[in-house]
Nanobody, 122 residues
Framework: QVQLVESGGGLVQAGGSLRLSCAAS????????MGWFRRAPGKQRELVAI???????NYVDSVKGRFTISRDNAKNTVYLQMNSLKFEDKAVYYC????????????????WGQGTQVTVSS
């Protein structure tokens, strides 16, 4: 089993910054992709930023130039630095990882964190 533990959410004023962290632990052979999604009230979950297969980084257009994803491979941890936060960034942020739990695994499996609330006051 694989666990993803997120931290760093909270309440911040518009224009402020927060840094989210997500640490993966458990039966990890390799991580094919790891990143962040979010679900705002009344909206569907959307990709925010991710290290995709091959190390390619993708951002949703609305956060480009404001959010930065980074990682520490030795710690199986991914971070999301969120600057210039806007009211519309308010959401529950979920960490996601595509993990291979053994070298014989035919494909990776998706795991999710419990979510961390980010609230931006206007």
């Amino acid at each position: 089993q694989v666990q993803l533990v997120e931290s760093g959410g909270g309440l911040v004023q518009a224009g402020g910054s927060l840094r989210l962290s997500c640490a993966a632990s458990g039966s990890i052979f390799s991580i094919d992709a790891m990143g962040w999604f979010r679900r705002a009230p009344g909206k569907q979950r959307e990709l925010v930023a991710i290290f995709a297969l091959g190390g390619i980084i993708n951002y949703v257009d609305s956060v480009k130039g404001r959010f930065t994803i980074s990682r520490d491979n030795a710690k199986n941890t991914v971070y999301l630095q969120m600057n210039s936060l806007k009211f519309e960034d308010k959401a529950v942020y979920y960490c996601n990882a595509a993990v291979r739990t053994s070298p014989m695994a035919p494909r990776s499996e998706d795991y999710w964190g419990q979510g961390t609330q980010v609230t931006v006051s206007s």
